[in-house]
Each structure stands twice: as structure tokens, then as C-alpha cells.
């Protein structure tokens, strides 16, 4: 048993509203350690310190869960920290998630309490052969933190002339020791820091720091005022039309940090809050703003990064780092649809549609071994699944689209990185979902229910919500009969449902070989989800091209558009993926990057041609789910594909579609094996250069003008034309 399950939870003895508290253990050291191991969580977000110093890389642990029912701790080697004689360990621990947004109607009531707790172990091994355990207890102390405020999205105020000099004894919590779980997701780390681009006035006359980036994360500055001055940062992701700072999409959101001076000089950074920023703006500051001072430092979970993409077009380069960027800033212990505003929440259906993105950009299979276990934990009895993970206090709807996450992740994680243990993990919370379905469906259709259906499309909605919830259901089931089957499950249950399904779908949804809702999501997704028969492929493929060349342009939501392009390359139309893909007006990818985004939108105009703003209440410009396109740059662009019998690119498929208004691409996706690349140049004499590696142990089926090649490891290149 590990020592933290011994320990007692303990807590500062009054209720500190939203003062961050510091617990302090002071001991001695009689001898040298051969070692020494510090496991500790808490209720809320806690930051550690041994003599002064940081203890471990992590930020913002322990992470985010549902407290109640799953809490991970965290495992830190002390030795170097420690010394023969006195020492003094300080943990702060501030709100973080524990009061997750704004109190009166989404706090969720299952992270429990309005105080915050902390439980801790430090486990010593001396060099003489014994050994002993500190835990938190009664022997603690406590006193207020220089932390006046913390708050997930308002962000904290800083005391620095304030000094609680009374110590006093913790309170001992009687709070569960079941909930604890060692680290399952990564850590939470600063991945980089980014100096102040520009600094320059607004027409309003204010003064504003820009990072060039829209990035998660908090600022660290050198600041130094009179004792009691108090300083104000605030952060934006964008400036408005007339290049004002623009806060109005952060909706309650105040995400600023206040710093209440002591007459010394201070280096500062938030330890309990982070902001979604590319500007901020100090205000009131009361010494010389230099660039120098100020520096961007970006948090996420600490994931490797694993894809490239390089094109002749720099606008599609640009929009691939954008989408990276969209990971970078919502891969936060779970995936958040936004980092911004007082939203950040766990969705489901934006996980959903970028998962496969997101598996080839980062390594993130521990990321989501994590978030699918919180998703199993938070799964309702009767199998549906939260809109979002870790849940909210929104009744139990479960939404198409969005609770397929729990079937969708699992089995992209196994295509992606080849082992089958996360979908042994979660077989029975994937059941689940498709048992929901099932339990509501009539000979093979699920109606009603509510949906958020295809979101933010630019249709008005053709997409029916049945449509959706029926090919959703059809495609769920058919991913879980593959599950069962690498698991050697039986599944002839559902196989016999699947087909129901699929039959009642094309009876109720198509009509004379073409989809009914004539819409671009609808063809896509009936295409991409297998859900046509015969000549109905050929049918709704060219209803989908008509319907594309009609409108001039995209008008798929959050639902519709990862299928798009697929929808159309697969089926002959690979001209017209690459004409949305490299359109450069709204709506399409690449109108963001023209107006200088520097992250993906989740509106497709959250800044309008003419400057003004979509809306000021759901306009995130850092919002991950329309960057499920990377896969499509990397998957047919550049051509790089997994083989679903053997999964983890041990082999791979490499079907490249060149177009002309490109002279390169190429793209590389570092796998579990070793790097697989894939990339295409143009040569004189209209021929076409494909280069290809393929990792030691691994092989590639090369798809080329209807032609198959095997090709073995190591590099190939080959000339068409
Ligand atoms: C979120 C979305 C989410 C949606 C559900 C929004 O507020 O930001 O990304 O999927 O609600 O429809």
C-alpha cells in the first residue's frame, strides 16, 4: 500500500472563501537519506516547495478530475531537496477545479465543497537502512497564502506585502482515501516561453503587449511599486475592428491577474489559474513597461510532438501550426473545447471529431487513456455519456455526436498507436454507449432525444438530428463490433444491429440512390460511415460534389466537417477537397489564417470579413474542432494512412493526391516504430516525385495511379510521369 492512503487529509481551519492556504511540515533530519519520495494531492490546485525551492516539473497538479470519485496524486524523488537538518516543506494549495466556474448555475455540486484539503506522505529511506514516513496530519500547520484569490477563470490576486504570521494547526478531514489514483494522465508542464513581440497604443490609448501567439498559460513579469500599489494584467485573444483589446468573448471570464506591490521588486507568475492569451494589458502599472520584463509561458499536458507538414502553400503551413496550437491550448489533463472563456469544459463531441488529429500531432495515448477513464467514471448507469467530461450538474442527456467520443477515442487510440489496451480498458464503457442506443431504438432507428446536431454548420441545421443520431448509432456499433473482434469478444449481437440499423437508415434517410437532407454533412458522413450501398456511393458522391460547387464553398459544422474532404477524395472529387482546402475567402480553413489567426476558430467567421466579430458570447478563437482537417493534410494530401489490420503504422498505406496549385508537400508522422514520411514534388516534364520512408520492422502498400506497390523499410523515391 503507498503511504499517501495512510496520511490524513487536512485542511486550513476556517473557510478561506478564495484565499489560497499554504500547509507547512518543519522537520529535522538526523542523518543522510539513501532517498526520499513525496506523494500528495489535494482538493483544488497545489504548488509545492521544499527549503525554498519548487518541488517537481509539474504546474496546475493535481490535474483535473471528478474529484469525487477519481483524484490523481502525484509521486515526487525528494532526495536532492532534503538535508541533514532543518527542513520545511510548503505546499499552497489554491481553488483550481475544485469550484469550477461560476458558482450559481455550473458549479458542479460532485467536486464537492466550497474549502479546499490536502493530503500528503514523504516517505524517507536512510542511508543506514531505516526508515520512516511524514504524512499530513494533525502535526501540520497553516496560514494564509499570499494568494488572496485564484479562480479557474478570473484568474488570482497577489499580496506580495501580505504576511500571515499566525501559524496555526491544520483541521483533519474525514474525506474518502478510495479516490486516490497514482498519475494516469501526463503531467502538467510549462512548455515554453515566448517573449513580447510588440508593444504599441491602442486608438483607445491603452497600453498592450503582443506575443504573436494565442497560447494557454499565464505570464510571468518583473514588476516592482510602492507597497500597496496595485498593479493590473489583463489577457485577450484578439484586438477588436479598430485594434482595441478585446475581452467581450471571455464572456464572465475575467481571467486577470492582480498584484498588490510591496515597494520591493517581485518576478511573478499565477500558480493556481491560467488564461488563453495572446495580448494582455497592464494596467496601472506602476513602473516602466518593458518588453523585457514580461514573458508568455505556455502550459499543457506534457505530450511529445509527433507530426510535420510542409507544403509550397506557406497559408497551409500556417494553418497546420494552428491546429498544433489548437492542441497545445485545450490539451490541459483533459480536452477542453476552449481556454479562454468561462467555458474550458471537457467536451465530448470536440474531442471526438479531432481525436485522430490529435493522436498524429502529439502522442497523447496516456492523455486519453486518462480522459477515457473519466468519461467511464462519469458514464450514467444507463450508458449514456455527459456532454462533457469531467461532468457538470445538466441533468443526463446524452448527446449524438458527442457521446460517441466514448467509442470513437478508444478505437483511434488502437489504430494510432497499435495496442489493444485501451480498448480493453474501455470495451464496456463503449458497450455501454451503444447499449443506450439500442435501449431507444425501434427496428433498428433511435429517434428523439436532444442533440446539439451538426454544430455551428452554416445550413441552418439540413443535417437532421436524426439523420445524425442514426448514422452515428450505425457507425458507434460498427466500431465496437471491430473492437470486440481484436478482443475476441463475441459480437453477432450487434453485428445483427449494425445491419438493422444501416437497412432502416437507407429507408428512412435516402431516397432514389440520394441522401434526403440534402446537405453537405449529411452526404459526407453517409459516405465516410459506410452507411451507402452499390451505386448509392456514386449517387450521394455527386450530390455531395453539386452541393459543394453550388454553395462556391463548405457549409459542414462541428459534425460534418472532419468528413469533408475524406467524403470527396474518396469518391473521385479529390480536385474539389484540394479547391476547399486552399480557398482562402470565408468559409473555409485558410479565411483564419489570412486575418492572422494564429490557432484554429470556432466559428469559420469569428472575425468577420468587414472586422466585427461573429458574436461576443460564443466566439472562442481557440477552439480545436475544425483543425480535424489535419488529418485529411496528412492522411490523403500527403498520403499517409493506417492499415486498421495492422494498427500503429507497423503497416502503412501510403495513397499521396497531388494537385496542381501545389510544386510540394510533405508530410511525417513520428510512430511508435520510427518515423513514416510521405511527400510529393513536381519535376520537370509535368512528372510528379513521391518520396517515402517507412520504419525498420514496419512495411508499406504504396496506392499510385490504381496501381499497388509493397514497399519494405527505409527510403524510396519514386517518379510518375
Ligand atoms: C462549446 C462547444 C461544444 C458545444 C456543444 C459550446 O459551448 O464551446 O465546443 O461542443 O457547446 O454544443
Known amino acids: 500500500m503507498e503511504s499517501i492512503f495512510a496520511a490524513e487529509w487536512i485542511q486550513f481551519p476556517e473557510n478561506l472563501g478564495e484565499a489560497a492556504a499554504e500547509f507547512l511540515l518543519q522537520f529535522k533530519l538526523e542523518k543522510p537519506l539513501q532517498s526520499a519520495m513525496l506523494q500528495v494531492t489535494s482538493l483544488g490546485v497545489y504548488s509545492a516547495e521544499c527549503n525554498g525551492k519548487k518541488i517537481g516539473g509539474e504546474v496546475l497538479a493535481p490535474g483535473w478530475t471528478n474529484y469525487r470519485k477519481r483524484l490523481q496524486y502525484q509521486s515526487y524523488d525528494m532526495t536532492q531537496l532534503l538535508q541533514v537538518g532543518e527542513n520545511t516543506l510548503c505546499i499552497g494549495v489554491g481553488r483550481g477545479w475544485r469550484m469550477h466556474a461560476r458558482e450559481s448555475d ?273 458514464q450514467y448507469a444507463n450508458g449514456g455519456v455527459p456532454h462533457v467530461v469531467p461532468r457538470m450538474q445538466w441533468g443526463e442527456e446524452s448527446s449524438t455526436g458527442w457521446a460517441d467520443a466514448a467509442v470513437i477515442c478508444p478505437w483511434q487510440m488502437y489504430l494510432t498507436y497499435g495496442s489493444k489496451q485501451i480498448l480493453r480498458e474501455q470495451f464496456s464503457s463503449m458497450r455501454g454507449w451503444v447499449d443506450y442506443m439500442i435501449a431507444r431504438s425501434t427496428d433498428g432507428l433511435w429517434l428523439g432525444g436532444q442533440h446539439f446536431g451538426d454544430w455551428c454548420c452554416l445550413d441552418d441545421y439540413a443535417t437532421t438530428k436524426e439523420f445524425l443520431q442514426n448514422a452515428y448509432f450505425y457507425y458507434s456499433t460498427s466500431l465496437l463490433i471491430k473492437a470486440g473482434r481484436v478482443l475476441g469478444i463475441p459480437v453477432e449481437t450487434y453485428e445483427a444491429q449494425a445491419a438493422l440499423t444501416k437497412h432502416a437508415f437507407r429507408q428512412a434517410f435516402l431516397q432514389g440512390g440520394r441522401v434526403l437532407c440534402n446537405a453537405q454533412s449529411a452526404c459526407a458522413i453517409a459516405l465516410y460511415f459506410d452507411l451507402l450501398e452499390g451505386a448509392e456511393r456514386e449517387s450521394v458522391a455527386a450530390q455531395l460534389a453539386d452541393l459543394v460547387r453550388e454553395a462556391g464553398h463548405l457549409t459542414t459544422g462541428f459534425l460534418g466537417t472532419p468528413y469533408l474532404l475524406h467524403a470527396l477524395s474518396e469518391n473521385g472529387y479529390t480536385d474539389i477537397a484540394y479547391t476547399l482546402l486552399l480557398r482562402r475567402e470565408y468559409p473555409s480553413w485558410l479565411y483564419s489564417v489570412t486575418k492572422g489567426a494564429t490557432t484554429i476558430w470556432e466559428h469559420w467567421d469569428g472575425l468577420k470579413p468587414d472586422g466585427s466579430m461573429w458574436d461576443a458570447g460564443m466566439n472562442s478563437f481557440n477552439h480545436y474542432a475544425y483543425g480535424a482537417v489535419g488529418d485529411w493534410m496528412l492522411g490523403v494530401a500527403a498520403g499517409i494512412q493506417i492499415d486498421e489490420r495492422a494498427p500503429g503504422f507497423a503497416h502503412i498505406i501510403f495513397a499521396p493526391q497531388a494537385d496542381d496549385r501545389l510544386e510540394y508537400l510533405n508530410g511525417a508522422i513520428e510512430s511508435r516504430h520510427g518515423k513514416v514520411s510521405c511527400g510529393w514534388r513536381r519535376a520537370d516534364g509535368g512528372r510528379i516525385v513521391y518520396e517515402f520512408t517507412v520504419p525498420e520492422g514496419c512495411s508499406a502498400t504504396l496506392r499510385l495511379d490504381g496501381k499497388e506497390i509493397l514497399l519494405g523499410a527505409g527510403s524510396k523515391t519514386i517518379t510518375v510521369g
Open 106 to 378: 455550473w458549479v458542479q455540486p460532485a467536486f464537492g465543497g466550497k474549502d479546499t484539503a490536502l493530503i500528503a506522505a514523504l516517505k524517507l529511506d536512510y542511508a543506514d537502512g531505516g526508515s520512516a514516513v511524514l504524512s499530513t496530519g494533525s502535526g501540520w500547520l497553516c496560514r494564509e497564502a499570499k494568494t488572496r484569490m485564484s479562480h479557474i477563470y478570473n484568474g488570482e490576486v497577489y499580496d506580495a506585502g501580505f504576511e500571515d504570521s499566525f501559524l496555526r494547526p491544520v483541521k483533519v478531514l474525514d474525506y474518502p482515501h478510495e479516490i486516490l489514483i497514482p498519475l494516469q494522465g501526463e503531467r502538467i508542464v510549462e512548455t515554453e516561453r515566448l517573449p513580447v513581440k510588440e508593444i504599441f497604443t491602442t486608438p483607445e490609448g491603452e497600453v498592450v503587449l503582443d506575443f504573436g501567439q494565442n497560447l494557454t498559460g499565464y505570464v510571468e513579469f518583473t514588476i516592482c511599486g510602492e507597497k500597496g500599489k496595485k498593479a493590473t494584467l489583463r489577457h485577450a485573444e484578439t484586438l477588436d475592428a479598430a485594434g482595441n483589446f478585446y475581452t467581450e468573448n471571455l464572456r464572465t471570464a475575467k481571467q486577470e491577474i492582480v498584484f498588490l506591490c510591496d515597494g520591493g521588486a517581485h518576478t511573478y507568475k499565477p500558480a493556481f489559474s491560467f488564461q488563453g492569451f495572446r495580448y494582455v494589458q497592464p494596467k496601472d502599472w506602476p513602473c516602466a513597461l518593458r518588453a523585457q520584463d514580461f514573458t508568455a509561458i505556455v502550459v499543457h499536458s506534457e505530450m511529445k510532438r509527433t507530426a510535420w507538414f510542409d507544403s509550397s502553400d506557406p497559408l497551409l503551413n500556417k494553418l497546420f501550426e494552428n491546429i498544433v496550437w489548437g492542441q497545445r491550448g485545450n490539451f490541459l489533463d483533459v480536452p477542453t473545447d476552449c481556454p479562454q472563456r468561462d467555458e474550458r469544459l471537457g467536451w465530448t463531441g470536440d474531442a471526438q471529431v479531432f481525436v485522430r488529429t490529435a493522436s498524429y500531432l502529439f502522442d497523447c495515448e496516456r492523455f486519453f487513456k486518462k480522459w477515457m477513464a473519466d468519461l467511464a467514471s462519469e
